[in-house]
T-cell receptor, first 113, second 112 residues
Framework: QKEVEQDPGPLSVPEGAIVSLNCTYS??????FMWYRQYSRKGPELLMY????GNKEDGRFTAQVDKSSKYISLFIRDSQPSDSATYLC?????????????FGTGTRLLVSP | EPEVTQTPSHQVTQMGQEVILRCVPI?????FYWYRQILGQKVEFLVS????????KSEIFDDQFSVERPDGSNFTLKIRSTKLEDSAMYFC??????????FGEGSRLTVL
């Protein structure tokens, strides 16, 4: 079983749709959960992170962590064409913190006008 | 806005040759990292560097890889004898403390 699994997509939605992106993981030691956005030919850019379980909201973005199910989600409300990118989940344990991230393969999102 | 810069953006090399990828981290950052992404695969951790020494490294980071901070601004990744499977996008990142990483745009390495 892969440590972090993520559907590669592509996920195509019309502008204004609510987008749900998800990852599952197998390592119960993971405590930091992050979502990165990567535009073509660019480096990953941190969108949000949560520590342990719970929800976090930032504007149109909401991150959820369910440690009991080993499942994390990123919701994007009122999606825009500029949200078209690859979304990477990443995780790490308490000891390494942000230093040693384990990434998913990324989900490519296409938002059409 | 401060950013991590990487050079070269693309390097093509012959198998067996040495390659040095260069990074200029954000100026007040103390932690430095290299990650790589083979085409179509996930971003993978290679190494983290703090206080002039390696703090963590992955199984990928074997003896053919080395990192150095030769002066106050550059952070380099050297691959001593490149193999075909080293072809990838290499991302440098830096962080002020053990928090958020800021990634550069990457250096694409093609080994022929």
């Amino acid at each position: 079983q892969k440590e972090v699994e993520q559907d590669p997509g592509p996920l195509s939605v019309p502008e204004g749709a609510i987008v749900s992106l998800n990852c599952t993981y197998s390592n119960s030691a993971f405590q930091y959960f992050m979502w990165y956005r990567q535009y073509s030919r660019k480096g990953p850019e941190l969108l949000m992170y949560t520590y342990s379980s719970g929800n976090k909201e930032d504007g149109r973005f909401t991150a959820q962590v369910d440690k009991s199910s080993k499942y994390i989600s990123l919701f994007i409300r009122d999606s825009q064409p500029s949200d078209s990118a690859t979304y990477l989940c990443a995780m790490s344990d308490k000891n390494t913190g942000f230093q040693k991230l384990v990434f998913g393969t990324g989900t490519r999102l296409l938002v059409s006008p | 806005e401060p950013e991590v810069t990487q050079t070269p953006s693309h390097q093509v090399t012959q198998m067996g040759q040495e390659v040095i990828l260069r990074c200029v981290p954000i100026s007040n950052h103390l932690y430095f990292y290299w990650y790589r992404q083979i085409l179509g695969q996930k971003v993978e951790f290679l190494v983290s560097f703090y206080n002039n020494e390696i703090s963590e490294k992955s199984e990928i980071f074997d003896d053919q890889f080395s990192v150095e901070r030769p002066d106050g601004s550059n952070f380099t990744l050297k691959i001593r004898s490149t193999k075909l499977e080293d072809s990838a996008m290499y991302f440098c990142a830096s962080s002020e403390n053990t928090g958020e990483l800021f990634f550069g745009e990457g250096s694409r390495l093609t080994v022929l």
